[in-house]
């Protein structure tokens, strides 16, 4: 038998010749050209024939007996009677049928986003100074925490996630944010993404309603279209979340996900008189309201406004928090507090519906938080921050003069700067981009009807001695924009 052609070029540079071997014999048995009791020559035979070495031969024999495509015995190796999910299968020359693809729901995953380089970027909004991460402080508390290990911290986490970190999380909660809460009612979750996963499988179902906020937050939209939700864009104006009579009647939410503190992108801080009728309005819908509070920790315009949490007795409110811009992104611990009436259910779903790890670092951080590194980290950033943000409004109004129109400023880590009728803010971030600027369009976190027109500058990252030449080149991403006018 001539088997010249097993392998004959072209040859994958890449691939071991054992596994050229095993695949060029069992396409041809696939497809038929080695028929059903074919015999193959003996493995010292063929290994002489290809000059190779034999056992390159038996691996490619043994890994396809193993699979049923050829047997063996004391007559020698022939092609086997193929199992009937492989005898039946079309041949590649002649498959069909339709494409592949992914679900209907898996689009919400699949808007254009920023690139990852632009997070890098000088204006990208949301990056926090890593440079001024604690890393000795953060350092010894996880060598305390590996010193300390057990198997348990090496398996799977406890139900709601390590009570040291819940305990820690209550306690600062309780002191920083006014929030009466016990370790009981809290679950940690692998960020601010995973947590919404969580809202919206375990608190609604599918086809269910969820109101976001317009403009809002891009990957909360994410999070409820892959779980199923239909999703009601309501608009967003100096007070927050503005729900018309008609949304209430005629889009009713099962979820309602709100930035109160902070608006993302706008910077807008929801009113007192509109956080207690969103939560009178949501009890009488069956409604969960999902608060996420969003840079809370860098608030320098007074106290932060009280959390919708703990405004009223069993409110249906979930608190949302995240360690990725106090901390580091890369650490992918977050976490929600739930009411007494739920939280024990919760957080036993929560175990069923995906496995927590990252025991060691759960409990590195709760060391973190109870030495008061976190709660000191927390006041530099702010006065950083704060600095930073001073350095880049005065800036702006040297280059754009003092009207420039400038909100967000009360938290955060970005400022939305407007900009006037004729300059399109996609034309300028796109010119930005190539100026090597990481801003954002204010229009592309919006859904119609609602139109913003402006520029999400982030300073997160933005040294002061930096500001300058990145406001200078943000000035003729501007001008450029002009001129296309």
Known sequence: MELDWLLAPPLPETMPRQRVLYHRLRDAILIGRLAPGTPLPASRSLAASLKIARNTVLFAYEQLVAEGCLA??????????LPARLATAPSRADESGAPL?????????????????????????????????????????????WRDAGWRQLGYAAHGGDPALRAALAGHLTTVRGLAVDAGQI????????????????????????????????????????????????P????????????????????????????????RVMSLPRRLALIARARQSAA??????????????GPAPPALFGLQPDAPVVYVGTFSKTLYPGLRLGYLVLPHAVAADFARATTQATRAGQGIEQRALADFIERGYYTAHLRRMR?????????????????????????????????????PDGVRDSEVAARAAQLGLGLRALGSYTRPPVACNGLVLGYGSLAEGMVGEAVRRLAAAVQSGHTAA
Not at 241 to 266: F, K, N, V
């Open 288 to 301: 969960w309201i999902i608060e996420d509070d969003y840079d809370s920790e860098f608030r320098r315009a």
């Open 383 to 419: 006065a950083r921050y704060a600095a930073r943000q001073l350095a880049l409004r005065a800036a702006l109004k040297e280059a754009f003069g003092p009207s420039v129109e400038l909100s967000g400023g009360d938290a955060g880590l970005h400022l939305v700067m407007w900009l």
């Open 187 to 234: 679950v940690i979750t692998s960020g601010t993404q995973a947590a919404l996963d969580l809202c919206a499988r375990l608190l609604a179902d599918h086809g269910d309603t969820v109101w976001a906020e317009n403009p809002g937050y891009l990957a909360a939209r994410v999070a409820f279209g892959l779980a199923g939700l239909r999703v009601h864009d309501v």
């Open 72 to 81: 063996a015995d004391r007559q020698g190796t022939r092609v086997a009677l």
């Open 101 to 145: 693809q992914l679900s209907t729901r898996a689009a919400a995953a699949l808007q254009p986003e920023p690139a990852r380089e632009a997070a890098a970027l000088p204006f990208a909004p949301g990056t926090p100074d890593y440079g001024a991460f604690p890393f000795r402080s953060w350092r010894a508390c996880l060598e305390r925490a």
């Open 236 to 267: 967003v104006d100096s007070e927050g979340l503005a729900p018309s009579e008609t949304d209430w009647s005629g889009h009713p939410p099962r979820l309602i996900m709100i930035t109160p503190s902070h608006q993302y992108p706008t910077g």
